[in-house]
Nanobody
Framework: VQFVESGGGLVQPGGSLSLSCVVS????????MTWYRQAPGKEREIVAIISSTNNRPVYADFVKGRFTISRDNAKNTVNLQMNSLELEDTGVYLC????????WGQGTQVTVSS
């Protein structure tokens, strides 16, 4: 199993980033997929989940309508569009099947700073 996250970077508050996670090694289309993040000194937390059956998304409260999760089963990809970024969004963003059941990838660093 492999997760390759990309799209992170340095952005000012209020800016946007588009993250992508390419997945291999399991039958992607049958799994709910999750974006997580881990800020410095904090535990990993769920950002958003997307269903495998109807693409229904569920978001953490702190997303507040700013982020959009999507998936492309033909490309084994799960995406996270992040708008109106805040300083508190800084961290490493990782994807995994719901529950974090597979070995983690490296993640992609998102830094929000003025």
């Amino acid at each position: 199993v492999q997760f390759v996250e990309s799209g992170g970077g340095l952005v000012q508050p209020g800016g946007s980033l588009s993250l992508s996670c390419v997945v291999s090694g399991f039958n992607f289309r049958y799994y709910d997929m999750t974006w997580y993040r881990q800020a410095p000194g904090k535990e990993r937390e769920i950002v958003a989940i997307i269903s495998s059956t109807n693409n229904r998304p569920v978001y953490a409260d702190f997303v507040k309508g700013r982020f959009t999760i999507s998936r492309d089963n033909a490309k084994n990809t799960v995406n996270l569009q992040m708008n109106s970024l805040e300083l508190e969004d800084t961290g490493v963003y990782l994807c995994n099947a719901a529950g974090g059941i597979f070995h983690w990838g490296q993640g992609t660093q998102v830094t929000v700073s003025s």
